[in-house]
């Protein structure tokens, strides 16, 4: 075992956990949603700054859009979350259910991906296969058993398909970070977590994975 497969494997159970108690305690939730949102947002802001270095007029005006657009995405899905947790404590499971498939989807691509290699599934992100993207489908799958009957009353056909597009969307949400970071040369939006990167590095696929799953499995409900 490697030292940062260690550090990877000591920050994710400190996530999990993190996780465990935003999910139980309402003040845990809604400091620790605006704190990783603010943190992730100044990474984006570090990432932009180092791909568009203009100093014109036109080089000025595409950083101010691109970070304005992210701060106003990401603030007004942190309003969401909390607008659901305080006013629709009964849709919060549709809000778990999308973070739980990206956290599977994230592992179950490492994890496949690592271990049959394979074709490049795309030039933008190097270390993303065929064989891992398939493995993050595989993973993803594994929740249904726990919420279809318990916590979801979709057909099960429906949820499978549902799952995926969540899945779908959060490996090309990670893509699209990826991209971003590959542009700026960096390797990892910042270092605060030890083996994962950024926060931004950790959520780029539940950010766009929250609204679709939800709209989703909420229409279909």
């Known amino acids: 075992m490697t030292l ?12 999990i956990l993190l996780l465990i108690l935003m999910i139980n305690y309402s003040f845990i939730l ?26 014109n007029f036109k080089g000025k005006l595409l950083r101010f859009l691109y970070k304005t657009s992210f701060l106003i995405y990401i603030l007004s899905l942190v309003f969401f979350i909390l607008f659901i947790h305080s006013n629709k404590p ?14 599977l989807s994230d592992i179950g691509g ?7 290699k394979g074709k490049k599934l795309t030039k933008i992100s190097p270390n993303k296969t065929i064989s891992g993207a398939l493995g993050s489908f595989i993973f993803s799958l594994f929740l249904i058993p726990f919420f279809v009957q318990n916590y979801l009353n979709h057909n099960l056909v429906l949820l499978i398909l549902i799952t995926i597009i969540i899945s779908i969307t959060s490996q090309v949400g990670d893509i699209c970070i990826s991209f971003l970071k590959r542009k700026a040369k960096v390797k990892d939006t910042s ?14 696929g539940i950010i766009f994975s929250i609204p679709i799953g939800f709209m989703l499995l909420n229409y279909f409900n």
């Open 90 to 103: 009964e849709l919060e499971i549709l809000i778990i259910y999308s973070i739980l498939v990206s956290i």
């Open 110 to 116: 490492l994890i496949i991906g690592k271990k049959f």
């Open 191 to 204: 270092d605060l977590l030890p083996g994962h990167g950024g926060f931004l590095d950790r959520i780029d």
């Open 30 to 55: 809604i400091i620790s949603v605006i704190i990783i949102a603010i943190i992730s947002w100044v990474e984006f802001y570090a990432l932009i700054s180092k791909i568009i270095i203009f100093d």
């Open 4 to 15: 940062e497969f260690k550090k990877r494997l000591t920050t994710s159970f400190f996530l």
